[in-house]
């Protein structure tokens, strides 16, 4: 699941990010207003965290400009303005969360993990699908009751067939699901991984589209 971060404190921009990755999430990672929209207009993201106080295009703009063209990614506001009227500007200005600096990074996980949950209008972290259980939180997967042991890529590769039920997943979206900017792509990367998760949790969990790409079907 990729996340843009949108921070120009490197300190606390370094510390979001290395937590977001510790729980599972990839990260893109810039400094200023300006390359936070260049990077929503061309990539696809489960989540932008932005701060309000950013360079060359201010967080506040950039929300407006994205909702002005229609985007609908969740977006979590973070600021030191703490008074009622900035927390209503920023979610009158189409924010879906708004945090007050300075805030705890458990509560930072927690609120991005509830964003996500609401753009998927899920109502808990745990996914049923026939006998696979998967725990968002957890990051663990059973089937019939049984653990089954995922490494990260495979993990991040079904958990975005799953919460994408009956829509398929090209390679190109399963790639943007595994790395960021400055990660070089495996060659068949995607289909070693969807493999593995066949033999790991059965064949029928995971359907080729041909031409297309992957769909987990929800019957």
């Known amino acids: 699941m990729r996340i843009l971060l949108a921070e120009d404190n490197e300190l606390l921009g370094l ?15 810039v400094r200023n207003g300006r390359d936070a929209k260049l990077a929503l207009a061309t990539t696809q993201y489960a989540l932008a965290i932005l701060d309000l106080g950013l360079p060359k295009i201010s967080g ?20 030191a ?27 930072l996980l927690a609120r991005c993990r509830a964003l996500v949950r609401r753009s998927q209008q899920r109502a808990s972290e745990k996914i049923t699908w026939r006998e696979v259980t998967i ?18 890529k495979e993990w991040a590769i079904l958990l975005q067939l799953i919460t994408h039920q009956d829509v398929p997943q090209s390679r190109a979206q399963l790639e943007e699901c595994l790395y960021g900017w400055q990660e070089e792509i495996e ?10 998760l066949r033999k790991k949790l059965g064949t029928e969990v995971i359907s080729t589209v041909r031409g297309v790409g992957y769909i987990v079907y929800k019957t």
Request: no cysteine.
């Open 81 to 107: 303005r703490a008074t009622v009227e900035d927390r209503v500007s920023g979610l009158d200005a189409g924010a879906d969360d708004y945090l007050t600096k300075p805030f705890d990074l458990m509560e």
């Open 15 to 29: 510390g979001i990010e290395i937590n977001l990755r510790e729980a599972a999430y990839t990260v893109d990672w």
């Open 187 to 196: 060659s068949n990367v995607i289909q070693v991984h969807v493999s593995n």
């Open 135 to 152: 725990d968002t939180m957890a990051k663990t997967v059973f089937r019939n009751g049984a653990l089954i042991v995922l490494t990260a």
């Open 60 to 79: 506040h703009d950039l929300l407006r400009a994205v909702r002005d063209a229609g985007n609908n990614v969740p977006v979590l506001l973070l600021s």
